[in-house]
């Protein structure tokens, strides 16, 4: 943040230095806009310097320097692009290892297909980070991987750099039907749990296995010999140390305290409960758990789990303290989240910001990169929307959509739209 | 044994009648309980056909509407309720033009689904009026958001899957919200008709599209020749009955009666609607061209990826029920292409409907419409398509569609725009009814925020 404040200071006093600089990317003055940043509310005429894909200064006037590249956004509404905390995107058909109700040492980036089109059709609808979650046929799945939308870019670049780890708990009917189908355990809720909690006692002997050794170790015990790596008792082994969120799959409000309970009994945190279809039935623990929700709008009655969603269930649990967060966990979804979001308004009141939030900053949360994205402020990535039409509405479509300081789609261009992805290449 | 389907469609008396059994129906049934005037006094009303009333006024009586016009000059009658609309919009009642609201409660659980009978692919003796649950705890949260109507459709794994209802969201039972039973009836040549799913050592026919057309001419023939068979033995029993004294001939034996070809009859005179869905230029190219060969009468139903075709499209002067419009383009197309096709379509001078295509999601029907509108469709166009447009397609429009005198008081009060996403419905009125504000969702949000 220091830094961020610094070079502020330096671009407001010497605007000619962005540019000797010399790198690739250009510097962007975003000007003329309405700025929505989610943090610090709206600035109507507002402009954006961009340097070195940065955000470096926001106001109603900005020192950028003579050489950037100046986008008029000819009074239009500009927002952060929008973070999709729970999707199955650019997975192909591996989304779900449902070979064995325990798979924590599946990796989603072994599976990341960054040529699909999925990625250019959300980038098209503003999303411009995406959680890319193993599916819920296990109780604990594998782990995510984090993607910036660069529809066209390299698949290393595509990768959200440096991003937390985090890892998808299942419950409920998903679980119990794949396995109870095949006559396997776990086929009822109790199977569930159990499942998971002899998963977890595995991996705090294997912990207790490793601490032991490393202390030997330590002391110099020559006899002392290494246990062996297991992945999944290594990767649940980090769950435990906190090295990993917990993301669960989860719809009951029964099965959210059941869960919290475990994570107490076991010492984890939970980061997000996803769908969470019944979290306003017990928003005050959620909220005194510091636990956040990835839920849908208003989806509802697609199976009995899903019997007792309300329509105002993100706004019921945010005025718990609940941080909520409007997901896509689909592709049809994932193209237009800043209606899913504008539903809020009518559903239980959200105010214009509290609804942009559950698209950008508090998905961010859950995904852990709040830090660098989710709002429009000083040094966080220039990851940007300008809208067509008021965004939380039937009629706001993006016009460009920016990562890292770079146009990556302009509606008004022929063909994809797509600056970076050339068709045919 | 006698033929009463095709008997009583045939009768033009039987015609008039039925189509005044649909009035009555409309008017008598919930409107009952309209014990007294209503005026929506104070709102933005729009009309659809007639334009927008910026300080407007509405009065409904007996299940009607009785006045719509300016909120300082309009009539109030004596004993009239009037409710102050100011800051509101008011509209009529959106029409869903394909949903499947009482044919499921909760998707995953097969045993509350009667969505389509698989197994067969020519069923069009299948009537969703006999699965249609009233009850469903689906159809008041649809009501309360606003879709007064819709069409209730089989599911779509069939070629001939059954036939359509048209339905009005209130009513005391399914008697009395099943307006029209077999308004329409759907048939799909989308190729997810085909039974290929199995691998080939499964297969069973029809595997291809070809098999899907064979089999489908076949049904068509066979409704010919059966209506060939009866009427033939009809004349030979008038015969009879006029020679009986002269020759001692026996009573002709009446043909044995076939449920699915009496189905398709009224489909081959052309006297109802078929409701045509393709995806793609060669199929919609292909199912049109058998429905020229029957000559049936057909409205378009999805055709999402048939751009290339449009001017083809228009040319046949149908409308078109359009989409969904959150069909995925297919792989090498732009992101907006199934979004911009209402307004392609438009401009080509089709007349387009929405529907949800839906059970749980009929509540989000107006956000389609809306979200059109970004992509080239004038809003008058996107409004009338869930609304006037629905009802002229399904031959109601005498009775709905809009807010004009002598329709059906079916009308919306809503806090804002009915095309956008954020807009709340704050009362319904159902021939002239107010309609409870509530449902399952309203009761758990309340019981959970006391």
Redesign the interface.
Known sequence: MLYCVWLAIVLASAPALGQSEGTARHDILIKNAIVMTVTHGKITNGSIYIKDGKIAAIGETVNAPAGANVIDAGGKYLTPGIVDSHSHIALDDDVNEATNPITPHMMMKDAFDYQD?AI??AL??GVTTSLLLHGSANMIGGQAVVIKHKYGAARDEMLFPNAPRSIKFASG?NPKRVYGSRDQLPSTRMGNFAVQREALIQAQDYMREWDNYNEKAKRGDKDATPPKHDLKLEALADVLRGKIMVQIHIYRADEMLTEIAMAKEFGYKIRAFHHALEA??VADQLAANNIAIATFS???????E???????NAT?SMRKGVRVAIKSDS??YN??LN?EA??T???GDATEEEALKMITLNPAWIVGVDDRVGSIDVGKDADLVIW??YP??????PEKVLIDGDVYFDRSLP???TTHYK?GE | MTKPAISFLRSTKCRFFASLGLTILIVMGWARAQDKPVVLRGGKVLTVTHGVIDNGAIVMDAGKITAVGDAGTIHIPGGARVIDVTGMTIYPGLIDSETQLGLT?????EMTNDLVELSDEIMPHMHTAEAFHAESA?IPVARRNGITNAVIAPESGDTLPGQDSFIQLAGANATEMLLIRDNAMPLNFTGDQRRNKAGFEKRKFPSTRMGLAAQLRQAFLDAQDYELKWSDYERRKADAALNKDKDKKPEPLAPKRDLKSEALLPYLEGKKMIVLAAESPSDLQTAVSLANEFKLKFVLNHISHSQPVLDYVAGLKVPVIVGPI?E??K??E???TVYSLPARLYKRGVKIVFASYS???V??LP?QA??A???GLPYDEALKAITINAAEIWGVADQLGSLDVGKTANVVVANGDP??????VKQVFIAGREVPMSDR??R??DE??K
Do not use: C
């Open positions: 089109k250019y059709r098209a609808g009917e306003y039935k208003d989806w509802w009655g697609f199976k009995q899903a019997w007792d969603a309300i329509p105002w019921m592709e049809d193209r237009r209606q504008a539903k308004m009518r559903y067509e039409g939380l509405s039937s009629y706001g479509v063909g994809l739209g068709e | 409660e909760i998707s995953a659980e689906l959150y995925a383009p792989e090498d732009r992101y907006d059970a749980h999601n509540r989000n956000d809306g979200f509108t970004a992509f095309l956008d996403v954020k807009t709340d969702q309203v758990l949000r959970y925020s």
